[in-house]
């Protein structure tokens, strides 16, 4: 098991960032930034253990669909 440690989050914080932006282009306007939806999705997973740095990525990635999720349900319900 692999604990997340800082280390492992500086490695691979930019490309999560960068996820996190593609999974945000579209047309609609956005009222996240990425590094918001990298931030949340962190606090989502960060209480968690991980096969690998591959599964941390893989968690995180979907821990920020999930994000982004929640957002557009919360703005639909306003």
Known sequence: MVNVSDELVQRVYQQLREDARRLM???????????EVVHEAWARVQAKDFQSEKHFKAVASLAM????????RAKGAA
Do not use: E, I, K, N
């Open 25 to 35: 282009a579209s047309d609609s306007p956005q009222t996240l930034r990425p590094t």
């Open 65 to 72: 669909v999930h994000v982004l999720a929640d957002h557009a």
